[in-house]
């Protein structure tokens, strides 16, 4: 039951699929999140897409934030999408970020992928695009 004029707290995975090693960003994007006032699931290093997609179901997620940085998005994104459509959870907004070639950005954008955040990128853009997106979505 929600109370009015209170904001549910949006609940993110924020994951590091893949071999990738380096998490020092996702960490820092989901520390940002979190005191932007979202609820922050960070699922840690060397995540299959099998497991963030068990993990968002699990904790009723509303987005999936990934940060790849190995140059496997192609293959890792793809795979993240499938696995939510067959289990039924296409409903969970999927955003990402790290080393992506601007190429690579409009296929993703095709696939379902909501949002691609590429270096540089400032955690208040992060941030600013979690609430803009959610405040034109309404929530459960």
């Known amino acids: 039951m929600s109370t009015p004029g209170v904001t549910p707290r949006i609940r993110i995975v924020v994951a590091k699929p893949g071999l990738d090693g ?35 179901i699990q904790e009723d997620a509303d987005l999936i934030g990934l940060s790849v940085l190995s140059g496997a998005h192609m293959t890792l994104f793809r795979r993240l999408v499938e696995l939510l459509a067959e289990r039924d959870a296409s409903d969970i907004v999927v955003f990402g970020g790290g080393i992506i070639p601007e190429e690579d950005i409009p296929v993703l954008e095709e696939i379902g992928i909501a949002k691609v955040f590429t270096p540089g990128a400032t955690t208040g853009e992060i941030t600013g695009w979690v609430a803009a997106h959610f405040a034109e979505q309404p929530q459960a």
């Open 22 to 56: 380096h998490d020092r960003g996702a960490k820092i994007v989901a520390r940002a999140l979190r005191d932007a006032g979202h609820e922050v699931i960070y699922t840690g290093l060397h995540q299959t897409p099998e497991q963030i997609v068990e993990t968002a």
